[in-house]
T-cell receptor, first 111, second 110 residues
Framework: KAGVTQTPRYLIKTRGQQVTLSCSPI?????VSWYQQTPGQGLQFLFE???????NKGNFPGRFSGRQFSNSRSEMNVSTLELGDSALYLC??????????FGPGTRLTVT | GQQLNQSPQSMFIQEGEDVSMNCTSS?????WLWYKQEPGEGPVLLIA?????ELTSNGRLTAQFGITRKDSFLNISASIPSDVGIYFC??????????FGTGTRLKVLA
């Protein structure tokens, strides 16, 4: 099976702009989770979607949002970008909620 | 908030040596997961543990689910250069939300 794919792999945006990141899970996986990884804060959970419904959410401001489509593909949106949003954004998919398989990530740089 | 503390933070070891690292939580977990991340890539699942006291191996890697359910251990035997990377523990303290440890950075001296 093909692994988790994320697009784009790299992105540069300006403060105040918004950005949409995309994730295609492993075929058959209905759960998709998003994480933010920074050197200072490590890997932090953003949210999880299962069958198009947000099942859990981490402690991030409302500027961070997501959605999942009927084919399990997921998008994450960040509005009004801040410098501190610069990070590696990782998507993970799973059949169950426990064993997660990660994509390569999208490296977002906000200038 | 909840945290997973991993130790050591980093370690240099000689090729061929055995490595031990651990992860502790302030609360009980029902599942422990161990991942490895290499530069420019996402974390890769190494081992999943589901039962207190469970000992599971994956090649040269062995992980244990602590009997208190608040800790887990990962051992790597006979380390090789490709073991370089950051090792993370992770778990779901609630039903679906996940937290990751601070990571142990492993560097191998050939």
């Amino acid at each position: 099976k093909a692994g988790v794919t994320q697009t784009p792999r790299y992105l540069i945006k300006t403060r105040g702009q918004q950005v949409t990141l995309s994730c295609s899970p492993i075929s058959g996986h209905r759960s998709v989770s998003w994480y933010q990884q920074t050197p200072g804060q490590g890997l932090q959970f953003l949210f999880e979607y299962f069958s198009e419904t947000q099942r859990n959410k981490g402690n991030f401001p409302g500027r961070f949002s997501g959605r999942q489509f009927s084919n399990s593909r997921s998008e994450m949106n960040v509005s009004t970008l801040e410098l501190g949003d610069s990070a590696l954004y990782l998507c993970a998919s799973s059949e169950s909620s426990y064993e997660q398989y990660f994509g390569p990530g999208t490296r977002l740089t906000v200038t | 908030g909840q945290q997973l503390n991993q130790s050591p933070q980093s370690m240099f070891i000689q090729e061929g040596e055995d490595v031990s690292m651990n992860c502790t939580s302030s609360s009980i977990f029902n599942t422990w997961l161990w991942y490895k991340q290499e530069p420019g890539e996402g974390p890769v699942l190494l081992i999943a543990l589901y039962k207190a006291g469970e000992l599971t191996s994956n090649g040269r890697l062995t992980a244990q689910f602590g009997i208190t359910r608040k800790d887990s251990f990962l051992n790597i035997s006979a380390s090789i250069p490709s073991d370089v990377g950051i090792y993370f523990c992770a778990g779901p303290p609630g039903t679906y939300k996940y937290i990751f440890g601070t990571g142990t950075r492993l560097k191998v001296l050939a």
